[in-house]
Structures are given as C-alpha cells and as structure tokens.
C-alpha cells in the first residue's frame, strides 16, 4: 500500500511505567523470546523446542535462557499460529451456522470459481460446518438495513431446540445485510448465549462490515471453528502469566502486524491467523528504515513452513481478505492482513516419493516431537535439516550454540532409505535434490507475493531470516533471479524481534458504495469520524503507555462495472483538498500495478471506506557494531570443513566463521558458512557478502 499519512498527536492514557517488554514466538519447531529493556535498551534473546502437548512450558524455557523474568515485564506480546494451524489441520470445534431464512447453502455455493478449468479432478471448498448443522431463522434485512422481515424468536429459539441434543461447542451467526444493522444478529446472539452459555458465539457484524455474504459467512464460521481452541490457549497463557506474578499489558498479533488486546483476541480469534510471520514483515519493515532500503521481501523459514510477505515504498503489502488453504479450495476470510503466502516447506519438512517416485518435500513435517532424524528423538524420515547436515552445512557439535547434538548418521540412514536407494542415488546426490526441490517450492512463495501484485521479485533484495531462513536464501534468490540477500541479526529469534517494532493498531471497515464522480465528502468524513472514533476508545481500552496517534484513511476502489475492487489511501492532502482527479489518478495507478492496466477515461466508483488507528509504541534502536577492516580478525575464525553446493561436483573446502566476532566492513568471498547460535548463513561459490554497520550480512549473490 501506499505511504501511511503523517501521525496526528493525540494521547493514551498510560496504565504503568514501561520497563521490559517480553515477546514470544511460537514455530511449529521452535519457541523463541525476545526480550527489550526500555530504560538501558538491551536487548535478551532466548531459543526452545516448542512443546506441543503444553506451549506455554517452551515459552517459560525460553524466557528463562534470555535471562528475563514474567513479573518484571511491563508488557507481554505474542504471536502463535495456533489459529492457522486449526484452520488448515480442520481440527476445530464442532460449529453450527445460524443464518437467514432460504440462505443456508450460501456458505457451500461461494463463488462458483473453476480456476482449473481443465482439472477433471477439480474438488470445490469443503465447508467447516456441514449443511445438517446450518439452520435458518425467519428475519430479513434489506440491502439499505432497513428491517423487511422482523426477527421471528421463536424460530431462533426452536433453532436452539435442536442444537441442544448435538454437543454443538461453537455457534457463527450471519444474516443477510446485517454489515448495514447488526440489531438482528445482536438479539440472536443474545438468545443463543443465553440457551448455551458454555459454546463460543460469534456474530459476522463484529468481524466485517462489508458486503459480500459469501466472505462474511465464511469469516464467521472460521472464527467460531477455532474459537474454542484459540480462547482456551490465549486464556491458558493469560492464567500461566498471572501465577507468574506478571501484571502487565498481554498483547497478541494480529495479521496485520499490529497488536490488540487478549481480551479482544479470545473473541476476534480469526484476526490471529497469520499472527507470527506478519511480526517478521514488521521487523523486515523496521529494518528497511534503518538500511535504507524502501523495497524488500520478507523471507521467514522456519522449522515447518516458509513465508514470504514484502515491502513496497517502507510499507508493508496488506489485503482486505485472503483465501485460507490455497485459491483453489481455499475458504475466503475477510478481515485486513498482510499480504503473507505460506508454503509447507521448513527444516523439519519430510521428504518422500510420490507416484511414479517422484520426490516431494513437505508440507508434512516432523515438528519439534519427535524432529528431523538426526534429533535423536525417534524420528525415522529424512528432512530438510537432514539433508542439511549430510551436505556438511550444520555442524552437528554446534547446533543452537551447542545446547543439542545431532546425529550424522541417523540422518544419512533416513535419506538412504527413503530417498537414495529407491532412485538410485548416493546419500550426497539425494540430499541435494531435497535441498533443490526445497528451494524451488519456497521460491513459489515469493513469486506470488510479488508478481500477483505486479512487482518483479528480482528488482527486490531478499531479507531472510527464521532458522532455516539464512542456510536456503542464497538458493532462493538464484531461483528468483534477485542479486542481494540480507540475513539480520539474531535471525532465529527474528519474529520475536519484529513483535518488538509492532504497534497497537485497530482496522475498521465500512461499505459505502458510491460514484467518485458524486461523492459526498461530508458524509465520508462523518463515516471515517465513527471509524476513527471506535478506533481511539479501543486504544483506550488497551490503555498501553502515552502514545502518539496515526490515523490512516484508505479507501476500496473499482471502475464503473467491476467486480473487484483495489484498495488505495486518500492522503490527508487529497481528503481535505476533495481531490477527486487526484483520488482518481492514485486509483489508476495502483491498478496500474496491480493488473498491469488502468483506465484514466473510465469513470470510477467507492465501494468501502477504511480507518486504520494506530497507537505508536517505542521501538528498540537497531544497534552498530563495532567496525574493522575488510580482513575478518582472527577471532572470528573457526577453521574450515568439506562442504557440498552442487552434486555434480565435489565437496569443497569451505571457512567457518562465528557471526559475533565479525566486525562492521568485513568481507567475505565464498564459499563460506558463517554460524550462531539459531542459525547458519550458507555463502556460495562466487557469492560476496560484507557485514554492515548494524550486524547485517549483505550477500551479493554470484552469477557464475
């Protein structure tokens, strides 16, 4: 999106003196902490397996290495993908549909795409709730919200008659029109928790207030199908954090990037859903600003999937809706996140033959119980860390810092098993092609956040961290064609970190549909007052320090005749002004981009109208190092080992140096491997890179 408009200088009230911040990260892998001091500006990283049967064990172990402690903290930010991961496993309550008389196949028509034409195997979106659990109430709403049928209770009520016998855990409320006047889906709800005051209820007008009954049903259902699970696992962390003696503010992610409230966020649960890799955009967009650098991908690997997002003019991309689970059976939620693709592609990803032994990698993954083979801990599949370690890319003494061993020969025994012996191939030459297959599927990720929004990946530097991030950029970037790769510092830990740079931030989105050419710009303004006006007492409610105000307008925007609308800012100068040929022209241009056309003589046309009310919190300085020569010190040396790049050829000779000894100017011709504590940066022949100021690792990527 375009550049935000300037910050306006209204105050919250603070609740308590700032001290430390905690963040923490929850990976299908890995847990990682960040932890800030406000007052000294230090900052305290710390590194754990996630724990499955109880997360809240790997959050406790991981602040517990960055040296932290709960009851010192002012505030505690999270972010999980707890909720995304419910959505895509389908392992979430059972949920019933309440809707409007003749309305209940609605949810199951959708769109009635065929994106794959020539598919004969095409399936459709499977629905979260099945048609015997959708029920229909007698209530009508016109398209302008005035009431054309009244709100029959008994109907609702008789509805409940039969929910009772069903074990139903969660209720989605949507009537027709009710974005226009929510009073029916108020009332009904009101009826529902009353007849079932243990179920998670949820009512679309608090989710969206856009037209599109297809999108709000959909969003509706998803929020009450992860309701239960996600309520239960934000109200458990609240719980741990108060036995703790913490009596801060608990703060959680949203896709947005920005924070709110954990109140709010065991009601509004689907606004978590890409809640981890949208922190890593944020800490990609705050170190853009620092660099200098206005466009960039955000590359997060991790140990069970990989994600891409970007940033376009120092803003990170966003979307009013995406499709969970892919365009082609995927289920539309419409809620405002950042534009994020995610693949099934991580460290711990599995390797396995298909029809006609074709070699996949992932999205099934071994996670962190019991992991990659050469864990150690009863894994028998060969993974992308496996395939790592045979390469000679990991040390296996020296993983995470030398807390956990691994095993060498596991991992060669699982990739010659399932890999090498079926195709033929020796254990070095199957490794590789999983890393080959591995990098080509994640390159997929990249390519979709930026050429479906008209950007040419290649023209952008690639910012990869997550654990596996910085071992697989440089094969990323040649598959991509882009020339630089940056590798932050504390890579492991760099969603943590990014949670640090996030702010309160509140969306709010209304339809208004209207002519450009006819629009009235004080009924706009009395529009975005309201939208604004929930967004401050919001802020209020969260009650998170003294903190400055920005308000952003935006606005959603088609030409006479389209189906789909962009979404552009009106700028503060162009409200004011009342701008219409300048409104007219930032549409033109955004479309421009977007499909690679625009139509300046076309007359255009509002759908919805948007506020964003954002409250900015203090951020962490990025921090220089200490600078030296071109030449790394001795110090930063740990010797060199055989490494395999390609299996056509041999093993090379490769350095080892350690990333905290590396100075500010130093230069590094590859092959190399520069190792930390969560991480290892795999330099390729031919490749250059050189450590700037802050710590960062710019590679210029080798085109031999």
Known sequence: MAKATKTQTSRVKTSRPSAIRLAADIGGTFTDVAAFDEKTSRLLLGKSLSTPRNLVDGISSGVNKAGAAYSAASIFLHGSTIAINTMLERSGAKTALITTEGFRDVYEIGRINRPDAYNLYFKKHEPLVRRSLRFEVRERLTAEGDVHIPLDEASVHAVCDQLEPLGIEAVAIMFLHSYRNPAHEVRVKAIVQERFPHAFVSASHELSQEYREFERVS??????????????????????????????????VQSTGGLYESVQAREQCIRMLESGPAAGVIGAQALCRAIGLDDAIAFDMGGTTAKAGVIYKKEALTTGAAMIGGYEQGLPVQIPMIDIFEVGTGGGSIAWLGEGNALHVGPVSSGAEPGPACYGRGGEEPTVTDANLVLGRLDPARFLGGEMSLDVDAARRAIDAKIGKPLGLGTVEAAAG?????????????????????????????IAYGGAGPLHASAIAREIGTAQVIIPRAPGHFCAFGMLFADLRYDYVRTWPGRL??????????????????????LERAGSGDLKRKITRWADMRYVGQE??????????????????????????????????????????????RATVTGLMKKPAMERIAKGSATPPKAASLGARMVSFDNRKAAMKTPIYIREELKGGNKITGPALIEEHASTTVVFPGDKLTVDAFGNLIIDIGRN
Do not use: W
């Open 434 to 462: 999983i890393l080959r297959i591995a990098a080509t599927t994640m390159s997929l990720a990249v390519r979709t956040v930026t050429t479906e929004r008209g950007l040419d990946a290649a023209a952008f530097p690639l």
């Open 219 to 252: 969003t509706v259902v998803s929020n009450a199908f992860i309701g239960p699970r996600v309520s239960r696992y934000v109200a458990g962390i609240d719980e741990h954090l108060k036995k703790e003696n913490f009596t801060g503010s608990f703060l959680l």
């Open 564 to 609: 789909h609308a962009v979404t552009i800012e009106l700028s503060e100068s162009l409200f004011k002004k009342q701008d219409r040929g300048g409104i007219k022209q930032a549409f033109d241009a955004e479309h421009q981009l977007r499909y690679g056309t625009c139509a300046p003589n076309e007359p255009a046309e509002i759908v919805s109208l």
């Open 517 to 538: 050419a006819n629009v009235d710009f004080s009924q706009m303004e009395t529009i975005y007052a309201e939208l604004i006006a929930d967004g401050g007492a919001a």
